[in-house]
């Protein structure tokens, strides 16, 4: 028996994370692995046996991992972002979410033939979009401007608001369908209101206390920093807890409020929380889906027909654009913004857990038609997962609101050598931003034509001051190894890990000796682990210049090579300092020269390199630039300067 159970557990994980990383791998949808792999294990070859599924437990964990889901979503919303778009959130989250409630209600009756109690919950049900499903996207996405901020924003907060409504449909069905009570209209309604207030008074109470008593933990150091996320999950919970009892289903708006709060308040940081959490959402979203799609019977396909797909068209057709046209009118988004957010309401897996707990519930009052519910959610949730998840992208990208491909780079430094080879990468059509504390370096790269801000790389606002649209590297080019590595870090929930490149600031700082950064600590080499902050400095004072160069022709035809790694070419350009910056593919793809054992170079390809003569050589004389015959019969040159207008130079690479 405890080896079963185990067994079990262990197969929720790695289902939940497996599923995960094979749709990052193969970019798809995440969701849709776990809904299929849990409807695998559980109905199809029993690896997950549907009937152990159907417990309260069950129904009590997803309610609590919810609860966290939702704090985790909490903490990375900013007020200051609802200056522009606070209005249009409102009116989603409000007038949207009735619109959706009552058409939504509307096709379940007409469409799917729901009696109209049942319609009316459908259609609460779906009003819920939710984080699980929405930041995943909008990470894929990457939209620019307002819309990916008001889309962050509602997937957050309707989801409370969702349950609290889907709460409230439920409660009064079971008031109305008990004898007992004999209530009437007056009472339902009356029940309805006081309800509703209960739900927002019991959530600001225990959120305001909990959230003062986190701070005043964290701020007078009352714990270690070994048990703050275990102390901070603690708090997280127990005020789920003490909400659910004193209001139903209360606890979802506490942790989404404590979530903002925390992350608005001035006192702590919060970035390590961020992280905790972030790390626990992929478990519990991944247990999540498996469990709740494994409890499925096979009978419920017997649900899935046309109809279905009919009411899942009328959701994403009609129901969502509506919503979102009279959510935002006066709101003066572009008709771009308002059709991309129009195609963005996946469900996610409140929908589910909701409508599996209140088919439970309702089983007693609506025996049969209670079993066409969850299979209908669950279409739903397929349905729109699906369709929004494989064309959200290029249909921003078609809208002008996303960058099909992210590879504009982000300098961190702009010192005068840094602005040269920004300049020379923005003049190959690479989007790229530069960040520096230092006010003069920042006023002389913006009358350079570079977009330069002004700020503090390590500050927690730095990411909602800077527009990251079309940037996909980030570039940490300063001579402090210590904050360069903590650069490093605090960017790395923006770009992962392989897009993140540090260069050392001297030759020592690369070996890991007393006193230095170990290698997990800090970026990607730069330009090469033999290259530094010192060297390209002292390259720049010298005169040296970025230029591009390629493979000469006879010295290609002469190695007959399909690619070239450093070794092959270090040797033959002694007499000069030749650092590769970039390498540019044929196909016009911009590499970040990196780890040197990994440099490969195709005979077509061009790299963009700091070129200039060697520290204890005199620079040649016009004449001595073209090498005459003899000379070039001895040893043929390595590159081709290629010029901007196109036209090439032989020569070393002068």
């Not at 307002?146 to 409230?168: M, N, Q, S, Y």
């Not at 729109?384 to 992208?393: D, E, N, P, Q, S």
């Not at 007499?575 to 195709?602: A, C, H, N, Y």
Request: charged content about 20%; proline content about 5%.
């Amino acid at each position: 028996m405890t080896e079963s159970v185990l067994l079990d557990i262990t197969l929720v994980i790695v289902l939940g994370v497996g599923a995960q990383w094979t749709a990052w791998r193969f970019r798809l949808p995440s969701i849709l692995l776990l809904l299929l792999v849990g409807f695998l294990a559980g109905p199809v070859l029993g690896l997950l046996d549907p009937q152990s599924l159907q417990g309260d437990w069950l129904f009590a964990f997803v309610s609590l991992s919810i609860g966290i889901i939702l704090f985790e979503g909490g903490l990375s919303l900013r007020l200051s972002e609802l200056r522009e778009v606070g209005t249009t959130v409102l009116n989603l989250t409000t007038i949207g979410a009735l619109i959706t409630w009552g058409l939504g209600a509307g096709g379940a009756h007409y469409i799917l033939e729901f009696n109209v109690p049942l319609s009316i919950l459908i259609g609460a049900i779906l009003v819920v979009t939710g984080p699980t499903v929405v930041i995943p996207l909008l990470r894929h996405v990457q939209p620019k401007g307002r819309a990916g901020t008001i889309a962050k924003w509602e997937g957050i907060t309707i989801d409370p608001v969702g349950a609290i409504l889907a709460v409230l449909v439920l409660e009064t069905l079971l008031l109305l369908n008990d004898p007992s009570a004999g209530a009437g209209v007056n009472a339902v309604v009356e029940h309805v209101i006081v309800g509703l207030g209960l739900e927002i008074f019991v959530a600001l109470g225990v959120s305001v206390a909990a959230t003062m008593l986190l701070i005043v933990v964290l701020r007078r150091r009352l714990v270690p920093d070994y048990l703050r996320n275990a102390v901070t999950l603690m708090i997280v919970v127990a005020a789920f807890v003490v909400s659910n009892v004193l209001q139903h289903e209360a606890g979802l708006l506490t942790t989404t409020l404590m979530g903002i709060a925390l992350a608005n308040q001035p006192f702590v940081s919060v970035q390590r929380i961020i992280e905790f959490k972030e790390n626990l959402q992929v478990l519990l979203i991944g247990a999540l889906f498996v469990l709740l799609s494994a409890r499925l019977e096979l009978s419920a396909l017997s649900y899935i027909d046309r109809r279905v797909l009919l009411f899942l068209g009328l959701l994403v057709i009609f129901v969502r654009p509506l919503a979102v046209f009279v959510s935002s009118v006066g709101s003066g988004l572009s008709w771009e913004e308002k059709a991309f957010l129009s195609w963005m309401a996946p469900r996610g897996v409140v929908a589910a857990a909701v409508a599996s707990l209140f088919a439970f519930q309702l089983r007693p009052v609506y025996p049969e038609a209670v079993d066409g519910m969850v299979p209908v959610v669950f279409a739903v949730i397929v349905g729109t997962v699906a369709v929004y998840g494989l064309t959200a992208a290029p249909l921003a990208q078609w809208f002008g609101l996303a960058d099909p491909d992210p590879n504009g780079i982000l300098f961190v430094g702009a010192a005068p050598w840094v602005r040269t080879i920004a300049q020379s990468v923005q003049a190959l059509g690479v989007t790229v931003s530069l960040i520096d504390n230092n006010s003069l370096h920042v006023r002389h790269a913006r009358e350079e034509g570079l977009d330069a801000h002004k700020a503090n790389v390590l500050s927690e606002t730095v990411l909602d001051e800077i527009d990251l649209y079309g940037i996909g590297r980030l570039l940490i080019t300063i001579p402090n190894d210590e904050v360069a590595s903590l650069t490093a870090l605090h960017f790395s929930d923006v770009f992962d890990s392989t897009d993140i490149y540090q260069l050392a600031p001297g030759p020592e700082s690369r070996n890991e000796q007393e006193g230095t950064r170990p290698k997990h600590l800090r970026g990607r080499s730069l330009f090469g682990e033999g290259t530094n902050y010192r060297s390209l400095e002292e390259q720049a004072e010298r005169g040296d210049e970025v230029k591009m160069l390629r493979l000469a022709d006879a010295f290609a035809e002469e190695a007959q090579q399909e690619y070239y790694t450093a070794g092959d070419l270090s040797t033959r350009y002694d007499e000069e300092i030749i650092s590769p910056l970039f390498v540019l593919s044929d196909e016009g793809d911009l590499e970040v020269v990196s780890e040197m054992d990994q440099f490969r170079m195709r005979p077509e390809d061009r790299i963009l390199a700091l070129v200039g003569p060697g520290p204890d050589v005199q620079p040649p004389s016009d004449a001595e630039r073209v090498p005459d015959a003899e000379s070039s019969a001895e040893e043929e040159p390595v590159f081709e300067v290629v010029d901007p207008a196109g036209e090439e130079r032989d020569g070393r690479a002068k």
